[in-house]
Nanobody, 122 residues
Framework: QVQLVESGGGLVQAGGSLRLSCAASGRTFSSYAMGWFRQAPGKEREFVAAISWSGGSTYYADSVKGRFTISRDNAKNTVYLQMNSLKPEDTAVYYC???????????????WGQGTQVTVSS
């Protein structure tokens, strides 16, 4: 398994930007697909974005397509989520996850970070 630590969350006004980072421990980071999920109060955890182990394939939820960008730096064992044009409905705890394949299903990811809070004010 790989250990994951998210950072970069915070409070931002609507229309603003944030970049989340997820640092992974272990020498096998480059073999994992990575994903970002989020969970708002009272709601189920939902898929946000995923990226293949090579970074060659990316996937996005329709709600964030065109505003968020997932990327990874395997040399730094880090995956990023650049979030632009943020909306109040993006408010949630954001989690990064590692798995064998880049999918939209949370159950396919075996390792999870502790989460970072993103709050978007109107």
């Amino acid at each position: 398994q790989v250990q994951l630590v998210e950072s970069g969350g915070g409070l931002v006004q609507a229309g603003g930007s944030l970049r989340l980072s997820c640092a992974a421990s272990g020498r096998t980071f480059s073999s994992y697909a990575m994903g970002w999920f989020r969970q708002a109060p009272g709601k189920e955890r939902e898929f946000v974005a995923a990226i293949s182990w090579s970074g060659g394939s990316t996937y996005y939820a329709d709600s964030v397509k065109g505003r968020f960008t997932i990327s990874r730096d395997n040399a730094k064992n880090t995956v990023y989520l650049q979030m632009n044009s943020l909306k109040p409905e993006d408010t949630a705890v954001y989690y990064c996850a590692a798995g064998e394949e880049a999918t939209v299903v949370a159950a396919d990811f075996g390792s999870w970070g502790q989460g970072t809070q993103v709050t978007v004010s109107s």
